[in-house]
């Protein structure tokens, strides 16, 4: 069989490379691949004990001041993505792909492991609900769901949401409560069938976390360190990506900007270029998987074709934060020794909006706590109280609406490479929160609707749907196999070939869909 | 041109009074020295004249915390809002100052009675911050 190409290796480029793997098929992966973790030291141990010991100047900011460049450019960033260990991340994206935006503010990433490496690991089954617009049903996933499973360990449990988030088996069990949200979970066991009624429900969230040791990886320790560095219990791709390397089953190619393709009868050739020399190389194959990540892979379609002037939809999740105290928990220690991402999840079935939203209950023990001084209302001393008083009784949600909920981006690419994305303000009506917000206050969650916030669009980190899966695709549409209308070896497997965007965290979707698409495009 | 020969060589005097301010002591001097950088990389993204008035009112003002309040609710000195935060920032790193930060021993009642404390400190510390903002304004 001739070779099959995947570009990137982000979580959709990789679990297209496990399916060929099970196959039996070797791929060759080409990346750009940056994978240098930085200089920060890394952290042994718990993270507040560690900070009791250590000057952290190096872990959580960096002589580089990259750990503040929000504050130095006086911009809205992702937190986590500026920690000094996690910069690579998001290093060169810049250059390697400048975008001018309108309205939207695009991460991209040229990692080994792309965006994986800094997710929070929330991993959700798509229902048939959640393929709704989509030429494909949830029994067309399940098998690589499964695989997907074994492969990660998933930690979760069979509860309220399972009907939301699908089937329960191969779920290691799930993580210990924080102090806080054991309170909310505990007061919605006691309200389950009112709040049932008023559209919301609440349960243990499935993530990628090991609740218990698996395949040589040490479970959970709850150490707070996941959001400054890698941490072996939670599951980014590159685990997976490591192994398949070492065992020889990807034939990876980092160092290299793939730009374009052209296709012949018999196969595929990949044009990319050496990011150190700008050399150019090509590959030839009898497939290509497109894996780039939905930015990255409409821009190499739209290179392809030298198309310099349609412009794409790109659907995004729109998304508030919205932070919540719990009263009787104001003057508590901290809770130092708790997993510091996604406690409980939420789904609120809105009358208000029309729309299913899902939503996540996070600690806010990881970041540092200066990220929430200039957050709270009062002078800079009293906020200072406010982080030792307040700051341990709070949980923040991040409620985040289907992708159809606001106008898609329009997407297009100009000549001599610069992508153009013209976006809109995140559209979200706080004033229609307010079933919520009540449903909330009887598990005891009380917030003020001025604290709220929406994160610029282009940060849910989601994007998706400019080069949808349809049944009689058109022009930079897929078919069903994932395969691009009017090419023959080309498929698109990452989240570019959306049908559309559900609430849910989509990154699990994407990987099933990968391994599925991998699977097809095997078969030749 | 600037009315301020260099501002930069302010960056010490700042540090000092933001410390004083939110923390209310002597500021660390690793922390002075980490600030003053990072002030100084901030100060590149300013216009001349923001960062004039800015310096202007900054030495002039006994009472900082009251007027990044004022100026934050009012909208006139974002940057001093921008020091503020990073001061916290870079204060945050330091072993010795844990404790303002991270609560170790729980109390409801001490807890409640400090965030009013913090309440009523705020409305004493904003009405004199907007007092300083305007007695700046028609000096």
Redesign the interface.
Known sequence: MPDIIIVGSGAAGTAAALALARLGIRPIMLDVGHSDPGAGPKVEGNL?DY???????D???GAG?Q??SD????EVGVAKLNAPNMAFITQDAETLSPVETIDFDPIQSFARGGLGNGWGAGLYRFTDDDLAGFPLHAADLAPHFDVLTGEIGISGADDDLAPYFGATAGLLPPLKLSHNAEKVYAGYRRKRETLARRGLVLGRPRLGVLSVAKDGRAPCDYSNTEFWQEAPYLYTPPVTLKRLIAAGKVDYRPGLLVQSWTETAEGVTVHASDIRTGQPAAFTGGALLLAAGAIGTTKIVLASQRDYETALPLLENPAVQIPFVLP?S?????D?HVFGLTQLNLIWESDAFGCRTQGSFLELTSP???EF??RF??????????????L??MLLLQLFFPGSAQPPARLSLKEGGVLRIAGHPNTVEINRLGGLLAALRSLGLWTLPMLIQKPVTGHAIHYASTLPMSEAPARYQCDPTGKLAGARHVYVADSAGFSALPAKNMSFGMMANAMRIATVAAQG | MSLIPDPCSLCETEGRKIYAAIFGGEIPPIVLDRFVSASKRLNKSVLQAEMDSYYRGMLACNDLEALELAARYTRRFPLLSRKFRLMAYLAETLPANQAFFVNERSSFIGGLARSAAGAFRTVYKILKGLWLARRGAHA
């Open positions: 507040y900070r009791k010991q250590h000057d952290t100047f872990l959580f900011i001041f750990g503040v504050v130095l450019k006086d009787t104001i003057g508590r220690a901290l130092t540092m706590r200066a001084f200039g209302p009062l002078s800079a001393r009293a906020n200072l109280g406010l982080l030792r008083d307040l341990p009784a």
